[in-house]
Protein backbone atom coordinates (compact mmCIF):
# COMPACT_ATOMS: atom_id res chain seq x y z
CA UNK A 1 0.00 0.00 0.00
CA UNK A 2 1.90 3.41 -1.47
CA UNK A 3 0.89 6.01 1.69
CA UNK A 4 1.95 8.82 -0.57
CA UNK A 5 0.10 12.25 -1.13
CA UNK A 6 -2.40 11.18 1.73
CA UNK A 7 -3.52 13.37 4.75
CA UNK A 8 -1.70 11.47 7.93
CA UNK A 9 -1.71 12.53 11.44
CA UNK A 10 1.19 11.83 13.45
CA UNK A 11 0.39 11.59 17.72
CA UNK A 12 3.28 11.60 19.42
CA UNK A 13 3.20 10.80 23.50
CA UNK A 14 5.08 12.37 26.38
CA UNK A 15 7.39 9.20 26.52
CA UNK A 16 8.93 10.32 23.21
CA UNK A 17 9.21 13.82 24.04
CA UNK A 18 11.03 13.61 27.38
CA UNK A 19 13.90 11.36 28.30
CA UNK A 20 13.35 9.70 31.94
CA UNK A 21 14.94 12.51 33.47
CA UNK A 22 11.43 14.58 32.72
CA UNK A 23 13.56 16.89 30.03
CA UNK A 24 12.68 17.40 26.46
CA UNK A 25 14.49 14.86 24.38
CA UNK A 26 16.19 17.26 22.21
CA UNK A 27 17.14 13.90 19.64
CA UNK A 28 13.95 12.72 19.17
CA UNK A 29 12.55 16.31 18.79
CA UNK A 30 14.75 17.10 15.87
CA UNK A 31 14.43 13.49 14.18
CA UNK A 32 10.98 13.61 13.87
CA UNK A 33 10.76 17.20 12.97
CA UNK A 34 13.49 16.25 10.06
CA UNK A 35 11.28 13.04 9.63
CA UNK A 36 7.94 14.85 9.26
CA UNK A 37 9.47 17.66 7.03
CA UNK A 38 10.84 14.92 4.57
CA UNK A 39 7.48 13.26 4.35
CA UNK A 40 5.38 16.49 3.63
CA UNK A 41 8.14 17.04 0.84
CA UNK A 42 6.77 13.47 -1.02
CA UNK A 43 3.72 15.39 -1.43
CA UNK A 44 1.64 14.25 1.89
CA UNK A 45 -0.28 16.38 4.03
CA UNK A 46 0.76 16.10 7.90
CA UNK A 47 -0.20 17.18 11.24
CA UNK A 48 1.14 16.01 14.38
CA UNK A 49 -1.07 16.19 17.75
CA UNK A 50 1.28 16.46 20.42
CA UNK A 51 1.48 15.72 23.86
CA UNK A 52 3.91 16.57 26.75
CA UNK A 53 3.01 19.85 28.00
CA UNK A 54 2.34 19.49 31.69
CA UNK A 55 5.79 17.04 31.85
CA UNK A 56 8.28 19.37 29.90
CA UNK A 57 6.17 22.51 31.95
CA UNK A 58 7.33 20.98 35.37
CA UNK A 59 10.50 20.66 34.11
CA UNK A 60 10.51 24.16 33.05
CA UNK A 61 9.15 25.51 36.16
CA UNK A 62 11.97 23.21 38.12
CA UNK A 63 9.33 21.43 40.31
CA UNK A 64 10.40 18.18 42.22
CA UNK A 65 7.56 16.10 41.05
CA UNK A 66 4.70 16.00 38.66
CA UNK A 67 2.11 19.17 39.81
CA UNK A 68 -0.79 17.41 41.81
CA UNK A 69 -3.40 20.16 42.36
CA UNK A 70 -5.42 21.35 39.26
CA UNK A 71 -3.81 25.00 39.17
CA UNK A 72 0.12 24.00 38.92
CA UNK A 73 -0.64 21.62 36.07
CA UNK A 74 -2.76 24.34 34.49
CA UNK A 75 0.31 26.86 35.31
CA UNK A 76 3.00 23.73 33.81
CA UNK A 77 0.55 23.15 30.70
CA UNK A 78 1.40 26.54 30.42
CA UNK A 79 4.75 26.87 30.27
CA UNK A 80 4.93 23.79 28.79
CA UNK A 81 2.73 24.42 25.50
CA UNK A 82 4.79 27.62 25.08
CA UNK A 83 8.56 25.21 25.62
CA UNK A 84 7.20 23.04 22.99
CA UNK A 85 6.31 25.24 20.23
CA UNK A 86 9.41 27.12 20.73
CA UNK A 87 11.05 23.42 19.95
CA UNK A 88 9.04 22.73 17.27
CA UNK A 89 9.35 26.13 15.76
CA UNK A 90 13.06 25.85 16.01
CA UNK A 91 13.44 22.23 14.49
CA UNK A 92 11.05 22.29 11.94
CA UNK A 93 12.69 25.05 10.74
CA UNK A 94 15.97 23.45 10.39
CA UNK A 95 14.28 22.04 7.65
CA UNK A 96 12.80 25.13 5.87
CA UNK A 97 8.96 24.20 7.48
CA UNK A 98 6.35 26.80 9.21
CA UNK A 99 4.55 25.03 12.23
CA UNK A 100 0.97 26.39 13.51
CA UNK A 101 -0.16 25.78 17.12
CA UNK A 102 -3.80 24.96 17.30
CA UNK A 103 -5.23 24.00 20.85
CA UNK A 104 -8.35 22.40 21.50
CA UNK A 105 -11.65 22.65 23.73
CA UNK A 106 -14.15 19.92 24.12
CA UNK A 107 -16.71 22.25 23.05
CA UNK A 108 -14.39 23.01 19.76
CA UNK A 109 -15.50 19.89 18.92
CA UNK A 110 -19.09 18.90 20.05
CA UNK A 111 -20.54 22.67 18.93
CA UNK A 112 -21.23 22.21 15.43
CA UNK A 113 -20.02 25.81 13.73
CA UNK A 114 -17.22 25.59 16.20
CA UNK A 115 -16.16 22.39 14.12
CA UNK A 116 -16.62 23.46 10.83
CA UNK A 117 -14.33 26.60 11.46
CA UNK A 118 -11.79 24.39 12.93
CA UNK A 119 -11.84 22.21 9.83
CA UNK A 120 -11.93 25.23 7.64
CA UNK A 121 -8.83 26.43 9.26
CA UNK A 122 -7.01 23.13 9.27
CA UNK A 123 -7.79 22.98 5.63
CA UNK A 124 -6.19 26.26 4.54
CA UNK A 125 -3.18 25.51 7.14
CA UNK A 126 -2.44 22.43 5.00
CA UNK A 127 -3.18 24.15 1.73
CA UNK A 128 -0.19 26.42 2.09
CA UNK A 129 2.13 23.46 3.39
CA UNK A 130 2.15 24.48 6.95
CA UNK A 131 2.52 21.59 9.52
CA UNK A 132 -0.46 22.33 12.18
CA UNK A 133 0.36 21.05 15.65
CA UNK A 134 -2.09 20.07 17.85
CA UNK A 135 -2.46 20.15 21.58
CA UNK A 136 -5.55 19.99 23.95
CA UNK A 137 -5.69 23.71 25.62
CA UNK A 138 -5.12 22.36 29.46
CA UNK A 139 -4.15 25.65 30.71
CA UNK A 140 -7.25 26.54 30.42
CA UNK A 141 -9.55 23.57 30.49
CA UNK A 142 -9.34 21.84 33.49
CA UNK A 143 -12.47 19.30 31.95
CA UNK A 144 -9.51 17.65 30.00
CA UNK A 145 -6.80 17.63 32.58
CA UNK A 146 -9.15 15.08 35.50
CA UNK A 147 -12.23 15.59 34.86
CA UNK A 148 -15.19 12.53 34.86
CA UNK A 149 -16.28 14.98 31.71
CA UNK A 150 -13.30 15.28 29.55
CA UNK A 151 -13.67 14.21 25.82
CA UNK A 152 -10.85 13.26 24.80
CA UNK A 153 -9.14 11.67 28.39
CA UNK A 154 -6.08 11.31 26.62
CA UNK A 155 -4.14 12.77 22.99
CA UNK A 156 -4.90 9.76 21.75
CA UNK A 157 -8.49 10.32 21.58
CA UNK A 158 -7.40 13.96 20.46
CA UNK A 159 -5.45 12.48 17.55
CA UNK A 160 -8.51 10.28 16.91
CA UNK A 161 -10.69 13.23 16.49
CA UNK A 162 -8.52 15.42 14.43
CA UNK A 163 -8.07 12.15 11.99
CA UNK A 164 -12.05 12.00 11.51
CA UNK A 165 -12.19 16.15 11.65
CA UNK A 166 -9.48 16.49 8.76
CA UNK A 167 -10.54 13.19 6.80
CA UNK A 168 -7.84 11.97 6.90
CA UNK A 169 -6.11 8.85 5.22
CA UNK A 170 -4.01 7.64 8.33
CA UNK A 171 -3.70 7.94 11.53
CA UNK A 172 -0.23 6.72 13.51
CA UNK A 173 -0.07 6.97 17.17
CA UNK A 174 3.46 6.95 17.78
CA UNK A 175 3.92 4.65 21.76
CA UNK A 176 7.01 4.13 23.56
CA UNK A 177 5.89 -0.85 22.93
CA UNK A 178 5.89 -1.30 19.58
CA UNK A 179 2.08 -2.05 19.25
CA UNK A 180 -0.52 -4.64 20.51
CA UNK A 181 0.48 -7.44 22.22
CA UNK A 182 -1.55 -10.05 23.02
CA UNK A 183 0.00 -9.83 26.67
CA UNK A 184 1.56 -6.83 28.17
CA UNK A 185 5.17 -7.56 27.10
CA UNK A 186 6.58 -5.60 29.94
CA UNK A 187 5.87 -8.05 32.20
CA UNK A 188 5.82 -11.39 29.72
CA UNK A 189 8.86 -12.38 27.81
CA UNK A 190 6.27 -14.38 25.22
CA UNK A 191 4.39 -11.96 24.51
CA UNK A 192 3.58 -11.71 20.90
CA UNK A 193 2.89 -8.69 18.86
CA UNK A 194 -0.25 -8.60 17.04
CA UNK A 195 0.38 -7.21 13.09
CA UNK A 196 -2.96 -7.18 11.88
CA UNK A 197 -6.24 -6.23 13.72
CA UNK A 198 -9.44 -6.31 11.59
CA UNK A 199 -12.30 -5.54 14.20
CA UNK A 200 -11.67 -3.86 17.52
CA UNK A 201 -14.21 -6.16 19.57
CA UNK A 202 -14.54 -6.80 23.59
CA UNK A 203 -11.98 -9.62 23.66
CA UNK A 204 -9.22 -6.98 22.00
CA UNK A 205 -10.06 -4.92 25.10
CA UNK A 206 -9.63 -7.48 27.58
CA UNK A 207 -6.35 -7.80 26.21
CA UNK A 208 -5.58 -4.11 26.74
CA UNK A 209 -4.34 -3.82 30.14
CA UNK A 210 -4.36 -0.94 32.13
CA UNK A 211 -1.82 2.29 32.32
CA UNK A 212 0.88 2.94 30.07
CA UNK A 213 4.13 4.78 30.91
CA UNK A 214 4.72 7.01 34.33
CA UNK A 215 5.62 9.93 32.61
CA UNK A 216 2.35 10.02 30.28
CA UNK A 217 -0.85 9.76 30.49
CA UNK A 218 -2.11 7.03 27.78
CA UNK A 219 -2.28 2.94 28.56
CA UNK A 220 -3.37 0.96 25.99
CA UNK A 221 -6.84 0.70 26.44
CA UNK A 222 -6.76 4.85 25.55
CA UNK A 223 -5.47 3.84 22.16
CA UNK A 224 -7.31 1.41 21.28
CA UNK A 225 -10.32 3.77 21.93
CA UNK A 226 -8.31 6.04 19.32
CA UNK A 227 -8.44 3.27 16.61
CA UNK A 228 -11.94 2.34 17.22
CA UNK A 229 -12.69 5.95 16.71
CA UNK A 230 -10.57 6.66 13.52
CA UNK A 231 -11.36 3.11 11.72
CA UNK A 232 -15.20 3.27 12.36
CA UNK A 233 -14.47 6.53 9.99
CA UNK A 234 -12.14 4.27 7.63
CA UNK A 235 -9.38 5.39 8.77
CA UNK A 236 -6.28 3.35 8.98
CA UNK A 237 -4.64 3.49 12.38
CA UNK A 238 -0.88 2.17 13.16
CA UNK A 239 0.24 1.93 16.52
CA UNK A 240 4.25 1.71 17.10
CA UNK A 241 7.32 2.39 18.81
CA UNK A 242 8.09 6.11 18.25
CA UNK A 243 11.85 5.87 20.03
CA UNK A 244 13.14 6.51 16.55
CA UNK A 245 10.97 8.47 14.77
CA UNK A 246 12.42 7.81 11.26
CA UNK A 247 10.50 5.12 11.55
CA UNK A 248 7.62 6.66 9.66
CA UNK A 249 9.56 5.74 6.71
CA UNK A 250 8.68 1.96 6.82
CA UNK A 251 4.85 2.83 7.32
CA UNK A 252 4.71 5.24 4.12
CA UNK A 253 6.96 2.59 2.21
CA UNK A 254 3.85 0.23 3.07
CA UNK A 255 6.02 -1.89 5.60
CA UNK A 256 4.72 -4.05 8.12
CA UNK A 257 5.20 -1.70 11.03
CA UNK A 258 3.66 -2.15 14.53
CA UNK A 259 -0.16 -3.07 14.74
CA UNK A 260 -2.42 -1.81 11.95
CA UNK A 261 -5.98 -1.19 12.84
CA UNK A 262 -8.04 -1.45 9.19
CA UNK A 263 -10.48 1.20 8.89
CA UNK A 264 -14.09 -0.07 8.29
Known amino acids: ?19 ELGKSNLRTIDQ ?3 TLADIQNMGNEVILVSSGAIAVGANKMRLKEKPAS ?16 FLYDKFFGYYDKTVAQILLNAEDITQEEKKENLTNTFDALLEHGIIPIVNENDSVSYTEIESEEKLFGDNDMLSAVVSVLCKADLLVILSDIDGFFDKDPR ?10 IEQINEEIYQLAGGAGSRRGTGGMRTK ?21 PSILYQI ?3 KKVGTRFVGA
Open 1 to 19: MNLKHRRIVIKVGTSTLTN
Open 32 to 34: LAM
Open 70 to 85: MRMKQAAAAVGQCENM
Open 187 to 196: LYKDAKLIEH
Open 224 to 244: LQAASLATAQGIDTIITNGKD
Open 252 to 254: IEG
